[in-house]
């Protein structure tokens, strides 16, 4: 490998699935604004919204994955849409 292209802050960091709260320890460099305590050790937080224990294709289970309120938006705009013709 090519000496000085590969950073050197590698970390353990928790990844955290918020769909089903399960946490994954790892190396990163990733830079993280929380912090999270596991068996008295703090470590750098990174929420995500879907891993592999909870997207469908890897559990087989269909859910609906709604985070930002598309669902709703798209309501909202479908019933303003529906009174302006009547």
């Known amino acids: 490998m090519k000496k000085g292209i590969h950073p050197e802050n590698y ?3 928790v990844f955290k699935d918020m769909s089903n709260d399960e946490i994954i320890i790892s190396r990163s460099t990733i ?3 929380e912090t999270i305590e596991v068996d008295g050790v703090t470590y750098p937080l990174i929420k995500l919204e879907i891993t592999s224990s909870s997207h469908p294709f ?7 994955v709604d985070t930002a309120g598309r669902v709703d938006k798209f309501m909202n705009r479908y019933a303003k849409r529906t009174q302006v013709k009547k």
């Not at 890897?58 to 609906?64: A, E, H």
């Open 11 to 13: 970390r353990p960091v």
């Open 31 to 33: 830079n993280a604004k």
């Open 58 to 64: 890897y559990t087989g289970k269909q859910k609906l």
